[in-house]
């Protein structure tokens, strides 16, 4: 058991993997390029620990899906699991070297954290590197949310209103894609950025005209009568959750292959979800409590699948780079290229993830 990460996170032992809860320039190479790693039965892991993060939004239920998905229950290294409330700790915890991997670190993070670094990264400084790229299946993943009775019908219709979210988030990112297809800058409307316990009480208290959110959050709001989704990302980009290691650890052979096998319990993981939806429902409404219907929503939306890191996946944060700097988020321009390493990629074909939830189940 980890007991540093106290200051970060609740840590929980999973010994041996039981645990109570989880602009592109066209034609550049991604810069990391190795053999592939051995695999967790090519080596002996009896002696690796590994301490990984996983961002849960101060809810219980990813964890508890991986859990109950039993990907982690025969891995032959020890795993603990520290879950986070948000990506900012996750990546204190990462620098302190407090965690070793972060599954589903915020899809706009990496990208602010190389812009505002102090000094530029390159391939040999980077505090971590993209190991895996986890993407939302769900194309309509996060919204704007507006009050019914607001006469707010179209995003343009935003100008001059109030809108929320936290700063430097892949919320911010929809929103300033989502204002400037509308023909809106980021002036003309007022930001009112706070994070989301705090945005969407104000949202409900009257105080903002709009909220922008992840459809998943957004559900009660619109079943309950206090919201419309007003628009969704969906056709603006692909979303990503990055799975990250510290350089040290990919530095370790063993550890590297534990890594490997990381990735494929994970996309594991994710086909369980997509083949028992109702069972995923009901973990959404039990520990989730939500509702029946938005539970069985919510597991349906909310199915990822790893895949490799490609050209694609490397242009998603090119763009996300290149949105922030225009909107003053982001303090230097960069490659986002710097920030993947691909020599996982192999894993992931050779163990492909769903493409959507299995009928019937």
């Known amino acids: 058991m ?27 190479a991604i810069l990391t390029v190795c053999n592939s790693p051995a695999t967790a039965q090519q080596a002996d892991l009896k002696d690796v620990s590994l301490t990984i993060g996983i961002q849960s939004s101060g809810s219980d239920v990813v964890p508890a899906i991986l859990e109950a998905s039993g990907a982690f229950d025969d891995a032959p290294y020890e795993v603990t699991w520290a879950n986070f409330d948000g990506a900012n700790a996750a990546v204190e ?10 599954v589903g670190l915020n899809f706009s993070t990496p990208v602010l954290n190389q812009a505002n670094a102090s000094q530029a990264w390159t391939v040999d400084n980077r505090p971590y590197a993209i190991v895996g790229a986890n993407l939302q299946l769900n ?30 988030t892949a919320n911010h990112y929809f929103f300033a894609i989502a204002a400037q297809e509308a023909g809106l800058s980021l002036d003309d409307v007022t930001l009112a950025l706070m994070p989301l316990s705090e945005a969407r009480g104000a949202f409900v208290g009257g105080a903002v005209d709009a909220l922008v959110t992840n459809v998943n959050n957004a559900r009660p709001l619109i079943t309950g009568g206090d919201g419309v989704i007003l628009a969704t990302s969906e056709g603006l980009y692909d979303s990503y959750a990055w799975l990250v290691a510290r350089p040290e650890v990919l530095a370790d052979p063993d550890r ?18 997509a083949g028992h939806v109702d069972t995923v429902a009901e973990i959404f409404e039990r520990v989730g409590r939500q509702s029946p219907e938005d539970a069985q929503i919510n597991a349906r939306e909310s199915i990822t699948a790893y895949v490799p890191i490609d050209h694609t996946v490397i242009a998603a944060n090119q763009r ?16 986002a290229s710097i920030g993947f390493d691909h020599r996982f990629n192999a894993i992931v074909t050779e163990h492909p993830g769903p493409t959507q939830p299995t009928a019937g189940n």
């Open 2 to 28: 980890v007991t540093n990460l106290s200051v970060y996170a609740s840590a929980m032992p999973w010994s041996h993997a039981r645990a109570l809860s989880i602009g592109f320039l066209a034609g550049v």
């Open 93 to 102: 915890a990462l620098n302190a070297g407090a965690i070793d991997l972060d």
């Open 139 to 168: 194309r309509a993943g996060t919204a704007i949310v507006v009050r019914p009775d607001a006469g707010i019908k179209t995003v343009s219709d935003l100008d001059g209103r109030t809108v929320t979210f936290a700063r430097g």
């Open 256 to 273: 590297e292959a534990a890594v490997a096998d990381v990735i494929k319990r994970l996309q594991h993981a994710s086909l369980w979800h």
């Open 320 to 335: 996300q780079a290149e949105v922030f700097f225009e909107a003053g988020v982001a303090a230097n321009e960069i490659d």
